[in-house]
């Protein structure tokens, strides 16, 4: 498959990139997809959740009415889930949601989405840009340029550029990556996926180890 490489104008260069049919060709997994973003969002939680059980709860011990006669239930504790301010029965408790995953099946996830985003037409070439300060008004004139504002957009960048970075990163649906750190979980969110035209080689390398 083969991209026409635009500036930050939208103009054509006159360039063209041909991306692998490896990374940008191949039948997409949905399964593998499913597994990286679950644990993608599974890394992100913290897993600091509790609640107190009876066995916690900081109440008298002492048996609350008699046992019989009252015409009401038996209640030995006021620590029963039952009561107001009593325990809560299985709450959550701290614990950690991260598993793995082979490299393999995240690769393949990977390739994947870069695979349904290019026939869908989700992936735009730019020729290689920086910026000499960060400017956040130069980004979104890009992203005007490029008919682009209020979509969701993800930039792969071939390495990290601070300015572009601090640019773009307070602008709403805007996400800035690098090659090495792309993943699928922002692939599948972007609407477009803009790749710096140095950074499909790069891309490419990366996930035909």
């Known amino acids: ?92 408790r701290p614990r950690d949601y991260r598993f793995k995953l082979n490299k393999k099946v995240k690769t393949l996830a990977r390739k994947s989405i870069l695979s349904a985003k290019a026939k869908l037409n989700g992936i735009s070439i730019v020729e290689d840009f920086t910026f000499d300060a960060p400017k956040t ?11 682009l504002v209020g979509k969701k957009t993800l930039l792969v960048l071939p390495n990290h550029d601070n300015n572009v970075y601090l640019s773009g990163r307070n602008i709403p649906k805007v996400n800035i990556t690098t090659a090495d750190d792309v993943n699928t979980y922002d692939l599948i969110n972007a609407d477009v996926v803009l790749i710096s035209e140095t950074a499909v080689s790069k891309l490419e390398n990366l996930l035909n180890k």
């Open 1 to 92: 498959m083969e991209l026409s490489v635009i500036n930050i104008k939208g103009e054509a260069t006159g360039r063209t990139v041909t991306l692998s049919d490896e990374v940008f060709g191949i039948e997409p997994n949905e399964h593998v997809v499913y597994l990286d973003v679950k644990q993608y969002l599974a890394n992100q939680r913290q897993g600091t959740h509790k609640s107190k059980e009876r066995a916690e709860i900081a109440h008298s011990t002492r048996k609350i009415k008699r046992q019989k006669g009252t015409g009401g239930a038996r209640a030995g504790s006021i620590k029963s889930p039952i009561f107001i301010g009593g325990g809560r029965v299985f709450g959550p």
């Open 137 to 147: 008004k130069q980004y979104l004139s890009i992203l005007t340029d490029l008919a």
